[in-house]
């Protein structure tokens, strides 16, 4: 009686670590599930998002271009003017020119005479400006072409200066800080999606690798687990979800996807069938045997193989394929 209590523990305990594990391997088949559910699911959100920085980006690109169309509303004109210039020297300048150009002699050497003449005559005038450098040779300025009586002396002269000139075009200008400001707002908006692109690509491969996971430790589980029968709707249904990516990328990487999947399982499958052990045939004729008396043989019991997969038949395709695993 010792030797079947003892018995009948070590039998409750198998039935007990067998429960546990049953249960193991199908929490990980509702997790591989799962995980499949929520890749077609951020597929989507991925989808959507990559149609958002396609629009802003569009956006983005033909406010900036606008801006840069309306960039011209400050013009720019450059004017000269003629400033007056202090000297110490006199120097011979001409009132008709006066601020249209520089001296016509600098540094004169002649007696200082201001536009006042000093008192002179007009004739007296004329003559003193005759011997001045710019007039001595002909009776006209070599400088600016008048005559000696329109000259004098000062302690100045006169100097070119260009500056610029700004004419603001309001409507321009209000423009280009409107498009500015748009393409300031799409260019954060595109930013902050790429970013959200970027977490949920990340989510994805994170995805896929848990994926990997839960497939390697069933299949260390149970060798003979059938990946492709437990998955295959849900990867036909991936593969169609495919089809509907409005973005080209995700489009692509989504098929992709779905092709390296369907690999991977049946890859895993292929390795069960492979270790599958083959069902034992009952002996040929076997209930055809007569006995010396006449009476027929009986057929002889079917073996455990045979039985099992009878009873599998009721099973789910995890509860079979745990049982093949126990029976090897």
């Known amino acids: 009686m010792e030797a079947v209590g003892e018995l009948f523990e070590a039998v409750t305990a198998r039935a007990r670590d067998a429960a546990a594990e049953l249960r193991d391997m199908r929490e990980k088949r509702n997790g591989i599930r799962a995980q499949l559910a929520e890749c077609s699911v951020v597929t989507k959100q991925l989808d959507a998002l990559q149609s958002r920085v396609a629009e802003l980006r569009q956006h983005f690109d033909g406010a900036s271009a606008s801006a840069r169309s309306y960039a011209d509303w400050k013009r720019e004109e450059k004017t000269t003017e003629w400033v007056e210039v202090a000297t110490p020297h006199h120097n011979t300048l001409c009132q008709t020119h006066l601020t249209q150009r520089g001296p016509c002699h600098e540094e004169c050497q002649l007696d200082f005479v201001a536009r006042s003449a000093n008192g002179l005559t007009p004739e007296h005038h004329a003559a003193h400006f005759l011997r001045c450098a710019c007039l001595k040779t002909h009776a006209r300025c070599e400088a600016c072409g008048c005559g000696p009586s329109s000259h004098f002396h000062a302690r100045v002269k006169y100097e070119a200066r260009t500056r610029s000139v700004f004419s603001i075009l309001e409507d321009m200008r209000s423009q280009h800080e409107g498009k500015t400001e748009e393409a300031r707002v799409a260019g954060v908006a595109l930013t902050d999606a790429q970013q959200d692109a970027a977490v949920v690509q990340s989510a994805i491969a994170a995805n896929q690798l848990r994926l990997r996971e839960l497939c390697e430790g069933l299949k260390s589980q149970c060798k003979y687990f059938n990946f492709v029968d437990e998955v295959e709707a849900v990867l036909h249904a991936m593969e169609a979800d495919a089809s509907t ?41 076997a209930g055809d045997a007569v006995l010396g008396d006449g009476r027929r043989n009986a057929p002889p019991p079917p073996p455990l193989a045979a039985t099992q997969s009878k009873r599998q038949q009721h099973d789910t395709p995890l509860e079979a394929d745990f049982t093949r695993c126990i029976v090897s």
């Open 245 to 285: 990516h409005r973005d080209a990328s995700v489009r692509l990487e989504a098929r992709a996807r779905v092709r390296e999947l369907r690999l991977l399982f049946t890859a895993l499958s292929a390795q069960a069938a492979a270790g599958a052990a083959p069902a034992l045939a009952p002996p040929t004729g």
